[in-house]
């Protein structure tokens, strides 16, 4: 059975930074390109960074673009989401999420249920 | 980047009718996309993927369409279960999700 488990969330003050992390299971993990997707509270999904093993591929959302690194550590099967320069509006519950590929652009067939980030002084 | 739009916002129905959700690219996006239903407090699910393509154990009464820069989703025969919230996404070009469609019970 496929399963993703995000932690690492919680209450960080503006600026600060924060590194979440999702442990895999279930899939052969460098086999598939892995996401990080994000929901504002009430609001809807916005996607955020997304890394593919094989060809080592990476893309991140604007919004994020120079504050957030995607990373992982194929070994202990996890991904990593190191956030620094944190802002209020990155407050979301961050969902972990597994693509269909091994290449990034593909849609997500399974994901996690999420870690909440709140940005807040 | 990729716009991704979806209409209505909101869509009343009753069980039994027939619902269809709109998503429209800024950009011709081909048959990269995805639809996903998500209900409250839960992680979405991947329904629909490259345009029409059934994801397994999907109920048939879903159905995706469309090509270039339009899109549909339709839901044959509403079912009690079908009441929540669904996402189109675009993946030809990163990733981009619309930004949801409330069925809610008429």
């Known amino acids: 059975e496929v399963q993703l488990v995000e932690s690492g969330g919680g209450l960080v003050q503006p600026g600060r930074s924060l590194r979440l992390s999702c442990a895999a299971s279930g899939f052969t993990f460098d086999d598939y390109a892995i996401h990080w997707v994000r929901q504002a509270p009430g609001k809807g999904l916005e996607w955020v960074s997304g890394i593919s093993w094989i060809s080592g591929t990476t893309g991140y959302a604007d919004s994020v673009k120079g504050r957030f690194t995607i990373s992982g550590d194929n070994a202990k099967n996890s991904l990593y989401l190191q956030m620094n320069s944190l802002r209020p509006e990155d407050t979301a519950l961050y969902y972990c999420?597994?693509?269909?590929?091994?290449?990034?652009?593909?849609?997500?067939?399974?994901w996690g249920q999420g870690t909440l980030v709140i940005v807040s002084s | 980047d990729i716009q991704m739009t979806q209409s209505p916002s909101t869509l009343s129905a009753s069980v039994g009718d027939r619902v269809t959700i709109t998503c429209r690219a800024s950009q011709s996006i081909s048959t990269w996309l995805a639809w996903y239903q998500q209900k409250p407090g839960k992680a979405p699910i991947l329904l629909i993927y490259?345009?029409?393509s059934l994801e397994g154990g999907v109920p048939s009464r879903f159905s995706g369409s469309g090509s270039g820069t339009e899109f549909t989703l339709t839901i044959s025969s509403l079912q009690p279960d079908d009441f929540a919230t669904y996402y189109c996404q675009q993946y030809k070009d990163y990733s981009t999700f619309g930004q949801g469609t409330k069925v809610e019970i008429k």
């Open positions: 490259k345009a029409s």
């Open positions: 999420a597994k693509s269909t590929h091994s290449g990034v652009w593909y849609p997500l067939d399974y």
